[in-house]
């Protein structure tokens, strides 16, 4: 049911999936980042999640292969997932797509991707409005790891809470050599944190989500080399839940989709309400017993979770919607 083929857009390997039944019109086109924390995942362990939402959803999928940490350092990903995502926007004609219909999306770390480069294109006046942008347990920002859910979640698998802090850190310098310090909070001076405080932080999560048990944590004190290697941290190409409320307030439809034993559901949580109280629609789908990468498990190896498929499903019905 599927046209499958492999290749560059600006020497950026990508795979597109193009429905071959016979459409009414042009179809949706969705651009996909995957997930892996910027240090593993590939065009080939996402093949089974990217054929099930083209085919779904009867939509042109474009499935990215970014350059991976810590060989390629921040913002390699970005630059690669962002000159993609303008190749297919400037030629979809090839791929008979509706200009006023294509989307970003990923999961974990290629929801990040996909939030930032979502934030880039909105001052973009010569290309066409993304429709959506589809954020699947994303990781948006690193000034905090002790936000309730990393706490309660920990040690859950498939991302502990020390593991989001080393990718992270691979990402940013590919050195992960402070990463006690940046669970810690050592890494963030307080005036900086203070600053970014009305958008980061526990006070912003609904309180349904600390019955599980909440510390309240006093960072210790900043260490300045620390903070000096890490200070990028702060860019919202890098963490896109720090973006100023003027970039915020043009960005697309959006569905954020949680899981709830996922250091990441805050994340999620913070930028929904971000992007609500900027006037952005906002769908949000609750994976109650999901945990982190939940999705990129759907027919794999020849397993699978039902609560996998949902969320899947909520995914490609949004989709269906627009």
């Known amino acids: 049911k599927l046209f499958i083929q492999d290749l560059q857009f600006k020497?950026?390997?990508?795979r597109v999936y193009q429905p071959t039944a016979p459409s009414d019109g042009r179809r949706r086109g969705i651009i996909f980042f995957h997930g892996g924390g910027w240090v593993?995942?590939?065009?080939d362990t996402y093949e089974k999640v990217c054929r099930y939402i083209a085919r779904e959803s009867e939509s042109v999928v474009v499935s990215v292969e970014y350059r991976l940490a810590p060989e390629h350092k921040y913002p390699a990903a970005y630059e690669d997932c962002l000159n993609a995502t303008l190749h297919f926007m400037k030629n979809i004609e090839h791929y008979g797509v509706d200009p006023a219909h294509i989307i970003v999306s990923?999961?974990?770390?290629?929801?990040?991707l996909a939030a930032a480069v979502s934030q880039t294109l909105a001052s973009r006046s010569d290309l066409p409005k993304l429709r959506a942008q589809i954020?699947?347990?994303?990781?948006?920002q690193a000034l905090d790891f002790n936000l309730p859910s990393y706490q309660q979640n920990r040690a859950v698998p498939l991302l502990l809470r020390e593991r989001a802090a080393f990718f992270a850190l691979q990402y940013l310098n590919g050195d992960a050599s402070h990463v006690e310090e940046v669970l810690e909070g050592s890494h963030i001076p307080a005036d900086v944190r203070l600053k970014y405080r009305k958008w980061v932080s526990a006070d912003n999560i609904?309180?349904?989500f600390k019955v599980r048990g909440v510390k309240t944590l006093v960072p210790t004190d900043c260490i300045a080399e620390v903070y000096e290697s890490v200070k990028r941290f702060c860019e919202p190409n890098l963490c896109p839940l720090l973006a100023e409320d003027a970039i915020v307030l043009q960005q697309p439809e959006s569905f954020i989709l949680t899981?709830?034993?996922d250091v990441l559901r805050d994340d999620g949580l913070l930028y929904k309400k971000r992007l609500e109280d900027n006037g952005v629609p906002v769908t949000w789908y609750h994976i109650e017993d999901g945990f982190h990468g939940i999705i990129s498990l759907h027919d794999y190896c020849g397993f699978s979770f039902p609560a996998g498929k949902r969320g899947l499903d909520s995914i490609v019905n949004f989709i269906k919607g627009l």
């Not at 020497?11 to 990508?14: A, D, I």
């Open 11 to 14: 020497k950026v390997p990508v």
């Open 40 to 43: 593993f995942g590939s065009l």
């Open 106 to 112: 990923g999961d974990s770390a290629g929801g990040n």
């Open 135 to 140: 954020l699947i347990y994303p990781g948006l």
């Open 259 to 261: 899981c709830e034993y």
């Open 206 to 208: 609904p309180e349904e």
